[in-house]
């Protein structure tokens, strides 16, 4: 799709103004600061706060939904509206940032990798590495889901 094309040229365009462009910026500031401040932001005091509010599935398609938007692309906000999804339900079962903060930093490291590696062979590596670590991500959010909904209810 062109207009998704335009979009994803201009995320990399923007991406080199984030820590000047260079490997280590990006990397302190895409896939170690950033993933802090969102999930404090984003899951701890957002979702928290829907949470005192709403039923968690509402709680975390509304902070899902804001985390997408507040990334202002529309190629962007789709994929992180779905990566707000997944990290309101581990935050929800797990009751612990950390492990969304190591979600979405494993999530921000892949982008990263994509946009530093060499043209060519690397970015289907990269890609392929992405497409296969959905499924394991995919199984130990189901996991968790199975396990709690046994011991908790959710209202």
Known sequence: IPEFQAQIAAMREGNSMIGGGSLHGVLLSAVIAAPIVEEVIFRGVVLGSFRKVFPAWVSILISAIIFGAYHMNP???VYATIMGIVAGVVYEKKQNLLFTIILHMANN???LLQDFV???VGVTIVNAVSLIMILPMCYIVYRMIKS???KTVYA
């Open 109 to 111: 490291f892949m982008g």
């Open 148 to 150: 709690d909904t046994r």
């Open 118 to 120: 060499p043209a060519g």
């Open 75 to 77: 190629v962007a906000i």
